[in-house]
């Protein structure tokens, strides 16, 4: 609340418009709802233009089927990432199904409520180095759909043939954002920022065995990387490389 | 190239418009100048709307003052990072310093030419959480204005006393992007994404001893922090997040 | 033994008043029954104030029962903690449940004997961030519960939305100890320990993925966070925390 | 401010009592001075009970003087850490040293204001392994007493000969908390706590080579072990842990 | 393309020789096939002499199917690297097995297509530390012998009984390219690169346990060796290491 | 082979009483047996005094069952380290298990042949820090028997009730060596060598969590401690250490 | 010394043409030069067709001189790697620089003996990713130089801008080696292995911060790169690379 | 104290031939020396056989003399390790030269009061890998010394030339223990354990770059290393290794 509410606010009391229990309320209440094993954030969405999403992959069925609940009942977007094929099952049958709350199994994502409205300056580039990194990449442009925006998305452009990615820079120039998925060594985005004006966000996959150290070594080799304009988040972290993307997309006009 | 254009120019040599060798020299010309020990990516600029910026730490006088040297005759603006200060004395003493390059000693940043014209939709706040941060904030914030973008600077923020960061929540909102630069565990950016509705780009530094690893610590923090919309640049990278963030707010209507 | 009890037993035997078969008996007897594989130490409750404790995680069920079974015959309170379930289920079978030795399975801890009568200067709080960090916290809550200690559960206060742990700043002030539980990049123990003036003790979690390093990174951010008085454990270590706020709550008048 | 006294304060309004202005400067005002490279927390004391610390390892002499300045105008203790000789020299030549601020080389603080009073329950034990962990001891010590402690000091009573830990063992226990500094792997703070009944917190030191991988071998090695009741800090973290320590200590009746 | 093929293909437009169209295709045709999920890089054997090969271990039995079908079909060696058993099962259940696909357990190689012919300089030495090392090296010596060498397998020859690998020296010296696979401390290639003048690449094992760190301690081993000569590729990587062999042998007169 | 021997060697061939063919037999012939996958070292016994051991955790049942064969065909002494019990079970189906071969499950050891006669100048102490550690100290203590060695073991002595280890010490002190087992933070080995005089091996065992990392932090806190005469073996190496004490203890005379 | 030149020797010796003190000379002689502090491979050249090389950065002036001396005196070539000016001209002041030893600084080389003749079946290509990477390229460069090969320089063609590198990639293709020297992330070797059919090597480079790791980041990457073809050095190991592309490179016709 | 004793003890007090006072004394004197920052050991030479050392890197020139200068008084030998040459100097003006204590610099050892006199079974070989290995051998070789030992020094024998270390095979073998002293990746001690039947110790030293991790490659490695009968110590502790040999070779008849 800024100063400038808190003065009018003030004022109403001070000429008998407000009482001090209604100011009281307005000054002090919690923007949150407590449920016992976790308090609600519906207050996110006013705050940051974006829902809540939820971590599933330490959550039991419990507790997501009754986060998933109280968002539904609230009409309002909730996104639970990295949750594991059975769990959803028992997450889903213990909620009304009717609901309309659905797993995508790919991207692992548990979804209730509507996606957001169309809200996007352009389309997100979601951009994969190989087959094997998908599953990030479609959690990475789900994400980005379920938030309004649209997705351009770009398999199989690795930089063991470059010919591949020079082919499709015009498609990621065309964009407001670039999400570029790489495991092993994890050089596509450099590459790619190198290619293109757009902003690039790198997400690292545990996909490599030995010295990939299960995703740290692209990780490490993305915040190493000298082309500037890129940013990176956590392994295997499509999520948050969209979510992220489509804070930067959104059309605030 | 486009394949438009290659088409256009193919189509200008079969009407005799054009002369195989004109085409040929459109085609294959090499976008740099070779100076021998580097290759001067003078097209950068046009390709991805900002100037170059070259790696200073481990070049000697010598080669920064060439590369200076080439830029400036080139009337482009050139930012040379991480540059000590007895290495920027010997090489502005190198290049004529008539040519207005100029060293800064605290985000120990050479440029060469002129700033760019503004060009941002809106400020870029640049926040440190400690008065040690103070040499990242500024590299950030001086590269953010060369690169045409207007600073808010917000500094010792950090979250051991959060009414201080609550106190500036609202100047932090009223940017296009949010730099954050906090070492130590580096638990700032998270807490400034959760109160603000615009992208966060967190910068670890390397202060802190012992369990700080050097700025690792912070850097794989910020990696792991659940706010979505925060993505993470290298330890002391302040040059990298300004310039991912004027990517981001750069006003390209 | 201190030097003054040596002194006083030698001039008892001096005076004739004891053999000194007693006294060998006394100076050198042994404080804990050896039962083949384990040594248990009785005594340990007369010397340190608080009662055995055993690591359950890498022993057998055979093991787990034959220790329970003889704290539970000396009458005297026994935990084990990281038991399995099935091996929880295979070491009660083996002891006479009659002895009342119990399995709480959340926060995996094998209980025999009766819980410590109350005895702290006041409560302790078990502040979790995150719903996902729970069973940590919960073997935190219950160790001390055991150990005589009243608790003050706090659940789902993460710093991405700062008013959530505002809105308990006073609860937990008004605690002895302050124990905070957090996974991810585990900030919240600095962000409590900015707001209130009890010591705080920070239990990362291996709550996160990647960057999270299983929950070392949490453990080196807490240990490198900048906020005084604050100190932490192992990851996952609930019962740690739990039992060194205990030995700091006691109330010894 | 609690929501009792926002309640009394509003009330104050509505029964005029008090002026909107009066009460939005209650209610809003910044409690911290803002210094341009600083924000000075001069309510910290308040809060938590004891004085702002400020980390001097990265900070020049003129941040270092700005900040005793004003500290020493508002007649508060402060405590800068990890000051180098020749960096207090210069800060201390840019105060008035007529104000009393003095530097003690052998923890390298910087210190001014006067101590706290006396306030603690009982001693607290400063205990180093080694002759070489005395610096981060002395730290340790001399942060306490500043703090209003009484210390005693015991000094190279490592593992390697238990008689000499095993001699102290009774001054230990008559204090109210153990700090136990050690390098090399780190184990006395476990056997430490296996012989007292009051808390033992753990600094591990950067004593050692090779293996002991600049003290994280030691604080890794405290952190394992299993003596429950026992907690941690950073490594070379004196400061922190006889901060701690005091925070327990306090004697609040 | 060549500066001159680009000159020698304007000139046939500008003679009328070639069509704009036809040079179109020509300049910009995309050397892959974009089959969905993955786009085929068929011209790689054409640009680098070497047929593709694919990583199966982070793809469904579908994916491998797919692109297993569209090399064999059009009749090109195709080699996928680190198939489990049951994922291989299903995949040649998905394609046509009379294509000619097969599934080599113990190398873990699913191929398709015939072999390379002959076309080796010499042999390939394939040596292994120990029996347990067999895996990677048989997968290293079918990776060798599909793409046209002949190999000389050498097992059980670890340092600890020198006069294992003394026996085998001339053989070894025989060879063009000496591969060796090996586990524990990684010992055996600066042996033998010691004892023979041809290039020897490394292949550390994840066989070992704790300090083994799962292969880094010899891959790190290897690359810290001494022995000039010698090259080292990733933990496991018996193929990339028989790649590379291969093309080292490669007989191109 | 010695110089000496090489002489006398070749004068009898100078004096015709040996054939170079005989000669060049003594010379070259490979002390070892080639069965294909493996180079049994036959010798080792004659060369080091001690049997051969073989690594049995990555080896397929048919592997470790053709070892034994051999072994137990030459009637000599082998001990299979780290096999797992369904392996054993389907390597003694393999060899007739007539031949004597056995499996001890707790150390997981395969042993075949007769245990050496007894050749110690003294027992050797095996140590183990608590309950958990048991598996690991009984492999170090049945590979010293089957080695010839007396073994004394002492079980759950760790450093958090010192009494047990001071109970201890003269039998400790009694043997040749002493094989100290220990998890968690690794401290035993250190303090048990400023209690005794005779060579300490510490093992490092997997016991612990966290910041155990899976026993390299006692690993390392081992090597880093500073108690001179003490020495290290890897991480759960129980055969390792008891097979250097038994090299240590060896009745030579 | 192989079984066939034994037997010939045996055979001379029973036929009386060489005494038993002879052949025991060509048996047992040992192939290395004692000088106290050094054991000097005369016979390496012979042995495997390359010079001793020796690691400079940790000898003294006194050492260094001793050795090139001695390498001097037999007329043979000696590469002594990582020499820092300092010592180097020490160690040239103590031998007479008449014998024509020299150091170059660039690569820190110091040289003993004239270069090898030319013998390579194609020149080498060393190509740099930065300006910043040139010492390390120009230790390779000279070393292929000495060691008889022919060398293409390439430098400044880094992943940023691709046009670099694609307008060199017929010069590296002509080349019979490629050595591609890389700091930051590491990425150009395998975008380099994936425009040629040549052999390439990767030399990692420390150039580069925080997330750098020192040039461990790169030297993992390039492990982990997914371009077959492909093998790696140590982090800075320019020599290395040149040595082993010259074994490659060695014409043996 | 061992309970024979203390019986006997008590017995003189029950026949008045001893006071409770004299009795007292015996069982509770502290077997150390307080000097104020350390309590000196002087009875470790009684209870282990081996004097005191001391770990000199991280002590001031006064305390070092301290110590020495007590250890000098009561004429017992007294090594100090690790001290660097100025602080040597200083440390040596501060006590009475006189008193015989001399300074070595090679191995940094600071040694006051006569070497044991001999009393080995037997030497012990100190075998260097190369001569940049050749400071921690000698602290190991004088340290052996000093300990009463005669020592076997063998240098430059690392496994790039087998030759060489096949050469001292019988000299090794006739040593009572082999320390074998190895940097870059540390694969001697695993070569030489095979070919000899004495106990062997490793010391990995900081000799390599890169990949070799400041000696941490190499410890890890022979930790690893598969060749039984061998023990590791820190890095670059020659002195700890040849404690430890000493221990080993003691003739205790």
Chains 1, 2, 3, 4, 5, 6, 7, 8 share one sequence.
């Not at 938030?147 to 010919?163: E, K, N, P, Q, S």
Request: glycine share 10%; proline share 7%.
């Amino acid at each position: 609340m800024s100063p400038d509410r808190v003065r009018a606010l003030l004022e109403r009391v001070a000429r008998g418009e407000a009482s001090p229990d209604q100011a009281m309320s307005d000054l002090v209440k919690l923007p949150f709802e407590d449920i016992g094993f976790a308090r609600l954030d519906h207050h996110r969405r006013l705050r940051t233009g974006f829902p809540e999403a939820v971590w599933g992959e330490n959550k039991t069925a419990e507790q997501i089927a009754g986060i998933v609940e109280r968002y539904a009942a609230a009409e309002e977007l909730c996104l639970v990432t990295r949750v594991r094929p059975e769990v959803a099952e028992q997450a889903l049958d213990l909620v009304a199904r009717g609901r309309g709350a659905v797993y995508e199994p790919t991207p692992r994502l548990l979804v209730a409520g509507a996606p957001l409205p169309p809200r996007g300056r352009g389309p997100i580039a979601v951009v994969a180095a190989g087959t094997s990194d998908l599953p990030v990449a479609e959690e990475a442009s789900r994400t980005a759909e379920l938030l309004g925006m649209t997705v351009d998305r770009i398999t199989d452009v690795g930089v063991a043939g470059l010919h591949r990615i020079l082919s499709v820079r015009e498609r990621m120039e065309a964009c407001e954002v670039v999400v570029v998925v790489a495991g092993m060594e994890g050089a596509l985005p450099a590459v790619v920022k190198g290619l293109v004006s757009r902003p690039v966000i790198g997400v690292p996959t545990s996909i490599g065995t030995g010295a990939a150290l299960a995703g740290l070594t692209p990780m490490l080799g993305m915040l190493t990387a000298c082309a500037p304009g890129m940013t990176v988040v956590n392994v295997d972290n499509g999520f948050g490389a969209a979510y992220a993307a489509a804070v930067i997309a959104l059309d605030r006009s």
